[in-house]
């Protein structure tokens, strides 16, 4: 079993920053690409920041510049440093990760998503 817990959103003013943390925890041989997803109402989910297991990093061209992702492999967690924030940053925002695990002798990779962590971001 393997599990993906999103920690850190919250309510924040215009211009004010956030730290979102997302720990993989469970029967893991290796944590490869991570990384953040949001979901605003009545909008698609999109990518807002990826990271492969050798720290190369990609962003959403909304957030390029403000957000930043990172991760520590010992901790099998990943962060999105959130600065410069604004109210269209408003989303849940989701932690992925693709997993090898363990599973009755064999090894498997799969997709893994996290309950979704609330950010909320006042003008």
């Known amino acids: 079993q393997v599990q993906l817990v999103e920690s850190g959103g919250g309510l924040v003013q215009a211009g004010g920053s956030l730290r979102l943390s997302c720990v993989a925890s469970?029967?893991?041989?290796?944590?490869?690409?991570m990384g953040w997803y949001r979901q605003a109402p009545g909008k698609q989910r999109e990518l807002v920041a990826g990271?492969?297991?050798?720290?190369?990093?990609n962003y959403g061209d909304s957030v390029k510049g403000r957000f930043t992702i990172s991760r520590d492999n010992a901790k099998n967690t990943v962060y999105l440093q959130m600065n410069s924030l604004k109210p269209e940053d408003t989303a849940v925002y989701y932690c992925?990760?693709?997993?090898?695990?363990?599973?009755?002798?064999?090894?498997?990779?799969?997709?893994?998503w996290g309950q979704g962590t609330q950010v909320t971001v006042s003008s």
């Open positions: 992925n990760a693709d997993i090898t695990h363990n599973s009755g002798g064999y090894r498997y990779t799969s997709n893994y």
């Open positions: 469970g029967s893991i041989l290796r944590v490869n690409a």
């Open positions: 990271i492969t297991s050798g720290s190369s990093t």
